[in-house]
């Protein structure tokens, strides 16, 4: 299985701990995914314009992923779970954006405001980051389709260089 894929229990039934791939509990609908469009949006050739300093995406790997996890099922039975992102390498003192906005009902031309569009300064190590929407006071509404996304900011003027993923789940009842 490739590194994009990781079980989390967490996702599937609302619980916040990661458990292994291996474990001989866990089933198809437990597997949490990186959802296809994971944008790389970091060059590596020469860059012209305004200078980006001290990136941190200047010293990324070539293989770098940066996935915001949901179920493959799309649905979470919790009001407040503990969300993951994964990253592929130890990242120090950089910016990462997360947000996480209910989407409009099909139809629909409004613009939901965001549950949760924060930017931190973090230093983290690879694997697995959670997000407790407990921490935010964010409780989900059953029935809601949800879109949430983890950036890391590579140049806070040009935000097209920067490293996102972004998922949809939807809250549903147990």
């Not at 009001?79 to 996480?100: G, R, V």
């Not at 697995?128 to 935010?136: A, T």
């Amino acid at each position: 299985m490739n590194s994009t894929k990781i079980a989390l229990l967490s996702l599937a039934v609302g619980v916040s701990a990661p458990i292994s791939i291996f474990s001989p509990t866990v089933q198809a609908a437990d597997v949490a995914t990186c959802q296809e469009g994971t944008s790389r949006g970091v060059s590596r050739g020469v860059s012209r314009g305004p200078s980006r300093g001290k990136s941190p995406c200047l010293s990324l790997d070539q293989n770098f992923s940066l996935c915001a996890l949901t179920p493959i099922s799309g649905r979470i039975n919790s009001e407040q779970p503990t969300l993951y992102w994964s990253i592929s390498q130890d990242i120090s003192a950089a910016q990462f954006e997360i947000t996480l906005t209910p989407t409009a009902p099909k139809g629909s031309f409004d613009f939901p405001e965001p549950l949760i569009d924060t930017t931190q300064t973090m230093s983290v190590k690879k694997g697995n980051q959670p997000l407790s929407l407990k921490d935010y006071k964010v409780k989900l509404e059953t029935g809601v389709e949800y879109k949430w996304s983890v950036s890391l900011v590579c140049d806070p003027s040009n935000p097209s260089l920067n490293v996102s993923s972004t998922g949809k789940f939807k809250r549903v009842t147990p």
